[in-house]
């Protein structure tokens, strides 16, 4: 931290708010405070087009969050493909589970369609990179809005003894020489000071801890490659392979482009020597549908890079620090197999807005106002935020079931549940699109899930009667592991 700066250094001091990093919640944030009349000040270490393996899958929840903020025409001219659902298919190699349809035979997989029932009934899958620079343009563009290429390093401090009260940051602006070349360069540091500091800088937040935030649990790891023409199960889908020993997410990004998404638990294989891509090959492609598979040994053949993201979840708290407000994934994670990361965002930024806006807060200096929106920030985030958090957790933890008996009971009667249309299927899409945000509707359908795969295993016991107490038993066990992996995640969420 750092008390006031000294004469030396630029202070700047007439912006009602600084808003560190421009991604989805800093533009988005910027762009809607400016359109109430705030002036903003942006800061963004590196304000070229950012290349990430997520954040590309936004859900229709999210495109609502957009035409609420008047964003909805960032997802324009960037070779978006709209996303009408998700197909789920068992791994090629034949290791997957055995389901049976309506009909009594196995199937192959199991479609998920947004459906009509609530609009809209479309998400979108895109470029990160191009998205972000659309939101970018969209925040410099808006009357108000100072951008800022630097890098945020302190808060700044003030209020009495104790009372840790961020009054701005500190930050590092690189400036080329007289002569415009690299090598004379140097860093300016300057200070920007205003009632209210917003960190909106990521998953490898910087700030998070000053707000009392713990870092998040890295559970697994995705590793991510761009494959050209791609086939899919299912066009215009999130289509998830149901891989051992983790999932395989593949959706399109562009007319040409698939994104592929390979989870992987546990340690990460080494790129250096490369055991990663041996994994790939090996490990992976097998398990892919044909046409899959071959754009994958292609693009590793063509020795495209291999990216890595951590998937880390990082339960919510109370935004309580004065003159701090803590939004995105610097507050709240979860893992990204259901692509729900951006819509709480957007929402969050939309519940902001509101909880600050001049007609209830005229003035950021108005401590007590801020603070109350900030607490209120909590509460209002909570039903869809929960809801998607612990979806996405609990249905990789099914997905990635392994050879845990009790995991992959759930697992199958979760596609048995969806198979029996109607509410049973309905329902946990609009869950999982951010369309229905009720924990308790989430919790029925979890536990419906749970009761029917009891039902499955006490209903046909191995060796008949005689292995009838043992199927019990086991329908118990179903039941106590849907109770380990739901109620604590509830509890984590609605605390």
Known sequence: MAAAPPPAEPVTTDHDVVIVGAGVAGCTLAHSFARDGRKVL?????????????????????????QKLGLESTVEGIDAIPTYGYEVVWPADGSGAVIEGKDGKPIGGVHLPYGEVRQPAAGVAFHHGRFIMNLRRAAAAAKGVTVVEGTATELLEDGPEGADVVVGVAYNVRSAGADGEAAAASTERRHARAPLTIACDGCFSRFRRAA?????????????????????PRRQHGNVVLAQPAP??????????????????????????????????????????????????????????????????????PNRRPGLIVVGDALNMRHPLTGGGMTVCLWDVVHLRELLHPTLVPDFSDAPLVARAARALHARRRPLASVVNVLALALHALFAAGDDASLRALRDACFAYFLRGGACADTPVALLSGLCPSPATLAYHFFAVAALAAWRIATSPKGGIVGFPAAVARAIAALWTACVVFLPLVYKELR
């Open 42 to 66: 942006l800061i963004e270490r590196d304000l070229s087009e950012p290349d990430r393996i997520v954040g590309e899958l936004m859900q229709p929840s999210g495109i609502l969050a957009l």
């Open 212 to 232: 009392g935030i713990v870092q998040p649990v890295v559970g697994s790891h995705f590793v991510g490659l761009v494959l050209r023409d791609c086939a899919l």
């Open 248 to 317: 395989v997410l593949l959706y399109q990004i562009g007319t040409r482009d698939t994104r592929i998404l390979v989870d992987i638990i546990g340690p990460l294989p080494s790129q250096a020597d490369g055991a990663l891509a041996r994994h790939l090959r090996t490990v992976v492609a097998p398990q892919l549908p044909d046409s899959t598979q071959k754009c994958l040994l292609q693009a590793l053949d063509e020795g495209q890079r291999i990216r890595v993201m951590p998937n880390g979840y990082l339960p919510p708290v």
